[in-house]
């Protein structure tokens, strides 16, 4: 298991039954990969990515490596949830 600071609750909703295949980098890329089952901050059994099909991820990830799901960000803001579980608001970027 793979657990991120960003999940369903978050930003990543889009995820639920698994439609949708976000590309997933790490700096870790060039070693060994397994299996592996995202997971979001929050305490909900719900805020799980990817258990049915899990993402091929570096076996030398560790706690503070940075992950990057591409792909992603459009319209989070609008429907991630606020204040959830402790949790602030996404912040907003303009590029």
Do not use: H
């Amino acid at each position: 298991w793979v657990y991120l600071d960003i999940g369903k609750f978050g930003g990543l909703a889009e995820t639920m039954d698994e439609a949708i295949r976000y590309s997933i980098v790490t700096d870790r890329d060039q070693d060994g990969k397994s299996p592996c089952v995202l997971a979001g901050p929050t305490c909900d059994s719900a805020d799980v990515l990817y258990e049915k099909n899990p993402y091929a991820l570096p076996d030398t990830l560790q706690a503070g490596d940075e992950v990057f799901i591409e792909g992603t960000g459009a319209y989070t803001s609008t429907y991630s949830a606020v204040a959830f579980n402790g949790f602030p608001p996404l912040r907003t970027f303009a590029i």
